[in-house]
DNA sequence: CACGCGCTTTGATCTGGGTCAAAGACGGCT
DNA sequence: AGCCGTCTTTGACCCAGATCAAAGCGCGTG
């Protein structure tokens, strides 16, 4: 695992509430979307005085599948892919994360999968123990992570009728349509809507080759059902379209 | 939805210990398996106070994706299959549950999924606002449950892999292997496995058709890495060889 | 115990997307 | 501004698995 920029943690700037939100949540600006959305300032201040906060550039290791699960993250900045491997080097992108974004529910004493992160990427991170020592004194906290669970598994099956059932063209869809709805929850422009992941990543994600990825948005292009815009913005041009084909909401 | 047979609830027979383990309940061969293990006997009995047993016969509805998620399962017995659709039919196989595995974890107030029954199946079945007050009066259980939720995670993104990388043959092997794990964690035999699902399912699960699982499964065959016995038993006669091809452990 | 129906297997052929190859296009760096 | 390395696009061809078709095979039923 590559060391990340470490930025220390900032303690609260002394006001008179004793229990005043620390510098560094306080200054969190996905709090609404993330684990910590339901906590009143003493469970934040608890949550703060665990954090740690990390930097990584783009195309960083952050962990990889199998290591020992000691860390859990919380996304504030950025993009992350998370992928598992076959023997003979396949590939399969399991998600992609964005600001708000809890990553490491779906491991155990080891991770599941490996990530890393496609662009600059800002991370809280906690110690798995101390995480669990929180939950604990805050169930609200813990019954929130069961909500994101819930979401995360309804998403990923999603992704296996994507995966098992649809062709390249409603594969594509889905995924501009998905990427665009995400968009406009965490507060970012859902059209034109930001692609930061490379053709390859996007093949891995959809099962597919960067080749076939690459023809279908042409072939969307053509057809005028989307815009390939300066700075991997697309432009989707005709969502209705979009959304026939993709059988997606 | 079709209507199960319900057994109602049994009470508890009147032993001396103030919180007797009830009748229900105690008699549930698959209590270590499922989100009730860590409860002690007050909790379970609080839990048996809240559920409802049912019988359903093979090939029967449970609930249907997008209908209002009122209630959550235990299942104690059989073999469910979840699935989604596409407006054409294509359809999806997102799990298969077995005794001990908990229904209804990816639902917020609709279901994400079809759910019916492969064999005759009885169920624990739990209504959504009663199970969340029980959740919030006993923290183990919520832990437990975001624990199972991790398991499902994890699964469901190495289904993810099987169905965006692996081969017909690799998903045929991954999936026998599966099956046997499943069922020798839950006391069922490993080897020869039991495979109630039909052609369709397993083919709609491994993102084939069925043809193709059925000349995979010829081809194993031959080769004589599995035997094809009565009553729907697979011998993995060639377990080493399985394991290579299916890269899952 | 013969009939019929649904499931499974096998065969022949087709095709969506993979593979292999090469030509653009887009930065980043000097 | 020009060069170089990487990523993306386009083209030609191929193949694993889909599709279409037709036997087998069990099993429940009268």
């Known amino acids: 695992m590559t060391m990340p920029t470490s930025e220390g943690r900032r303690e609260g700037d002394g006001l ?6 620390p510098q560094a949540c306080a200054a969190c600006g996905v709090r609404s979307l993330t684990v910590c959305a339901p906590l009143d300032n003493q469970a934040l201040a608890a949550v703060d005085a665990i954090a740690t906060r990390h930097t990584f550039e783009a195309g960083q290791n952050i962990f990889d599948e199998g290591e020992p699960s000691n860390h859990l993250f919380n996304v504030t ?6 992928y598992k491997l076959l023997a003979d080097g396949r590939r399969q992108v399991t998600g992609f994360l964005f600001a708000g974004d809890f990553l490491g529910l779906a491991s155990d004493s080891a991770y599941a999968y490996s990530a890393e992160t496609v662009t600059e990427t800002k991370v809280c991170r906690f ?5 669990d020592e929180l939950l604990q004194r805050f169930p609200q906290m813990e019954r929130r992570l069961l909500v994101i669970a819930g979401h995360e598994l309804a998403e990923a ?11 390249a063209k409603e594969r594509i869809a889905s995924f501009l349509l998905v990427l665009s709805r ?22 891995d994600y959809l099962g597919l080759t960067t080749e076939t990825v690459s023809r279908t948005f042409t072939k969307l292009k053509t057809e005028g059902l989307i815009q390939l815009q300066a700075g991997n913005m697309v432009a989707l041009s005709d ?10 909401d």
């Open 16 to 21: 008179l509430d004793p229990v005043a939100i």
């Open 77 to 82: 900045r950025g993009t992350i892919k998370i």
């Open 127 to 131: 110690r798995r123990g101390q995480l």
């Open 157 to 167: 099956q999603e992704q296996m009728l994507l995966l098992g059932r649809k062709t």
């Open 182 to 203: 995400r968009a406009k929850q965490a507060g970012r422009s859902e059209d034109p809507v930001h692609v930061p992941m490379s053709r390859t990543d996007i093949a």
């Open 239 to 248: 969502r209705v379209a979009l959304a026939e084909i993709a059988e997606t």
